[in-house]
């Protein structure tokens, strides 16, 4: 797949960044990160190129020696000539309207070619995490909270700084990682492992990311970034798939309803009541402070022993579902939502 999708340029002596999904300490069997054997090919490949490989990640939580050593990468690349480095260091780069300038990891941005590795996983938030959401990795640290923030409930300008990041890094080639998938209420431990068997490979991660949503059975512009990338004129229908990709019929997304629609004065009622909310299963809750370290509208607060939203605060992005270590939350609809979705459930269904 490297060498269809252009790894031949890989010049010797050069330094090609291979930027696997390192979310948080976990092993492979959780499918919450690429699978050790994935970045070890690549690095393998780099190797026999004459160049040099570096892995690197800006993990959501966990140390960057502790997701190494959790995720079986550390032990999986024990001999070979590879650089494991944390991104660090960001260089500030103008993507245009309407964010302008943004701060994107500077070895992401000098390597001479890029190997971006997702994993397929659902997402809460943004329906899936694939290959262009993977890059949003290369915003350093707590960063990337911070443009959560930034966006607050608006789920399509999320989307277009998460294809706006991509554009800016690049990536040579993208190979996704499906081999052992995610659905649910993925990308962190509320996820499930589902076993879907495919390895998808592009040089342009919209391209992949719609090839994959036809492979889940769903309009490709159903996902965000591939909308956003549409509206940005970077979206191209006309794909050739070579090899087999057979239709997933039942695969598990996560429920999506919008955040917010129709008029403004009614916006706040309907993030209130009818919005998806993280709530949390206190019994599982080890009090670790992860999701309120995190949380970047500072909407969570530990109230004697059990965490406590405060949701007018709370801007739905659900990163505090995916830095969770112990899979305590889960995103739930209020107990209205359900009445009024119900209502209109029943209200179509007399129509038709
Ligand atoms: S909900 Fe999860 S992240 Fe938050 S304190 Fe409890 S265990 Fe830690
Ligand atoms: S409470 Fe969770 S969903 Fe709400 S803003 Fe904080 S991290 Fe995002």
Redesign the pocket.
Known sequence: MLEMCGGSSIKRGSVVLVKPNLLAPAGPETAIVTHPHIVRAAVEYVIEKGAHPQVSDSPAIGSFEKVLEKSGLRDCLRGYDVVFREFGESTVVDVGEPFKKIEVARDALKASFVINLPKLKSHTQMLLTLGVKNIYGCIVGLRKPEWHFRTGVNRALFAKLLVQTCMAVNPSVTILDGILAMEGQGPGRGGIPRRLGVLIASNNPVSLDMAVCRMLGIDPFSLMTNRAALDMGLADSAMEIEGEMSLVRDFKFPEIIPLVFGPKSMHGFMRRHLVQRPV?THS?????????RYCPARA?SLKGRK?SFDYEKCIRCYC?LE????G??RAEEPGIGRVIKKIMRYDRQEQE
């Open positions: 949390c599982n809750c080890h009090r670790c402070g992860e999701c309120w969570i965490i505090c830095v969770c270590p112990y305590a939350l």
